[in-house]
Nanobody, 126 residues
Framework: QVQLVESGGGLVQAGGSLRLSCAAS??????????MGWFRQAPGKEREFVAA????????GYVDSVKGRFTITRDNAKNTVYLQMNTLKPEDTAVYYCAASSSLLAPMPEDEYDYWGQGTQVTVSS
């Protein structure tokens, strides 16, 4: 129904930047409006919320640990959401997942998201 494909992960030194992309496709996605979010899961830890953006793009939300360093944006014409990550730290190392919600707002709880991508690895070396 909805396919989400992340890209842009990789290995970067501390202080560097990466931009993640998430391309959405599928008839359900095209017919409906979806808020989008990014989550991450570090080794040995539970998956956590990182950032979310409303369908309109006017509302965003971030976990405190990335505020001022990460920016979530979207291009609805391209069905793509982005996560610009600056001033990366080793503790940002994780698999990053894109998710789509049937909500129009920018939800934070994981259970508000209906569709998930496969994830992309981000590794920040010290």
């Amino acid at each position: 129904q909805v396919q989400l494909v992340e890209s842009g992960g990789g290995l970067v030194q501390a202080g560097g930047s990466l931009r993640l992309s998430c391309a959405a496709s599928g008839p359900s996605f095209s017919r409906s409006r979806h808020a989008m979010g990014w989550f991450r899961q570090a080794p040995g830890k539970e998956r956590e919320f990182v950032a979310a953006i409303s369908w309109s793009g006017r509302n965003t939300g971030y976990v405190d640990s990335v505020k001022g360093r990460f920016t979530i944006t979207r291009d609805n014409a391209k069905n793509t959401v982005y996560l610009q990550m600056n001033t990366l730290k080793p503790e940002d190392t994780a698999v990053y997942y894109c998710a789509a919600s049937s909500s129009l707002l920018a939800p934070m709880p994981e259970d508000e998201y209906d569709y998930w991508g496969q994830g992309t690895q981000v590794t920040v070396s010290s």
